[in-house]
Each structure stands twice: as C-alpha cells, then as structure tokens.
C-alpha cells in the first residue's frame, strides 16, 4: 500500500476555501485515492473519491495531477462544523482489501 | 443500506481481564470486515480484516484477536487485556457501489483499561 503524507494540522476561519494536500509518492496503477473526515468519538465518514483529474460532488472537490503523486481535497466555504480530522488513504478499489488510515490533517475552522 | 452495530459502547476492564467486542452488519451480504483502534488524539490503526467467513488477517499480532463466525458478525476478543489495550475501538465494512469503495464504520466501543 502506498503511504500518504499530510500536514499535521491546519487552521482556516469560516466562508474561507480549505484545501488539504496529500503526497502518495508511491501509488500504484490500480489504486484510488480516497478521503474521510471524523468527528471525535465517531467513526471516519466518507467524503470523496478519485482517480484522476477532478472529482466533485455537493460537499467537496478533490483535485489529483496527471502524476497523481499527490492530490488535494478541496472544501468551499467551510464552517465551524467542518471542524474535524481529515485522512487520505490510497489502495485498490476491487480486489484491496487492506486499509491504512495515515495520521490525518486536524482543521480547525474558527470564527 | 447498510448499518453496522457494535457493542458494548463503553466498557472498563481491568488489567488482566478478558474482552469480547461484537460487530454485526446489517443491509450487506459478504462484506469486507475490519477491527481499527484509536488511541487519544491518534489516527485509527488497523488491527484485523476479514474477506470472508473463518478468514482473518492480522496487522497487529499481540494479544488481540479476532473471528469471523457468521458472514456478518466479527468478533474481537482478547484472553488478557493489558492497559495499552485502552482506545477507542471501531468496526468498518468495505462496499463497492457505482465504481467507488466506501468504508462505512460503527459507532466504536471505548475501552479505558485500569
């Protein structure tokens, strides 16, 4: 599995646009990148999920180069409620089982 | 859609004492299984997965384990708990919908061993 690498933490105010990166120098042909956000004392909840070029859907963007060596979860306009722990996982879509959740990005939105 | 339960939601053991986590899944039939831990202010670590029925694999081979005794219901067990057992404590299913694999998970159950 390749491994991912993201800033510890990051801080942004409400009404801003958060973009996270995340660098998966290693990832192979068939994997997918994928990104979960968690609240504390609940399981990780699914945001997006790519392959290539831009994905979109009605909370986030999620950006990947044509290297795809890195990719960066986009979140417009974010509220206090966007506080959380943002993980970047990279692996197969079929046929992978194996999941490696990295330490995650903490974001804290203020005011 | 699929729900997963876990229980208990909260549990203290003592140091030494046994453990019996239950995960079942509800919505799904053959899902992929698997058993994280989360300590304070950590990210979540994998500790088993299961493709199927009597099938485990283990990442972390202490003094957990685990069984998959039934298509939807895995087990995580422990004959003597140690106080770096202590976290939070979450089971996840892996399902492929429309191209996309999601990992939905479980309420948690948190451990605070003494």
């Known amino acids: 599995l390749a491994k991912t690498t993201q800033p510890i933490s990051m801080d942004s105010y409400e009404g801003q646009e958060v973009n996270i990166t995340c660098s998966h120098n290693?990832?192979?042909?068939?994997?997918?990148i994928t990104w979960y956000q968690q609240f504390p004392s609940q399981g990780p909840r699914f945001i997006i999920q790519g392959y290539k070029t831009k994905v979109t859907n009605e909370v986030a963007s999620l950006f990947i180069p044509a290297d795809r060596k890195s990719s960066t979860l986009s979140l417009p306009r974010v509220s206090l409620s966007d506080t959380a722990v943002y993980y970047c996982?990279?692996?197969?879509?079929?046929?992978?089982?194996?999941?490696?959740f990295g330490a995650g990005t903490r974001l804290f939105v203020k005011a | 859609s699929q729900t997963i339960h876990q229980w208990p939601a909260t549990l203290v053991q003592p140091v030494g004492s046994p453990l019996s986590l239950e995960c079942t899944v509800e919505g799904t039939s053959n899902p992929n299984l698997y058993w994280y831990r989360q300590a304070a202010g950590r990210g979540l670590q994998l500790l088993f997965y299961s493709v199927g029925i009597g099938q485990i694999s283990s990442e972390v081979p202490q003094n957990l384990s685990a069984s998959r005794p039934q298509d939807r219901q895995f087990i995580l067990s422990s004959k003597k708990l140690l106080l770096s057992d202590s976290g939070f404590y979450l089971c996840?299913?892996?399902?492929?919908?429309?191209?996309?694999?999601?990992?939905?998970f479980g309420p948690g159950t948190r451990l605070t061993v003494t």
């Open positions: 996840a299913c892996a399902l492929v919908r429309t191209g996309v694999r999601e990992q939905y």
């Open positions: 290693n990832i192979a042909t068939n994997d997918y």
């Open positions: 996982l990279v692996g197969a879509v079929t046929g992978g089982f194996k999941t490696i």
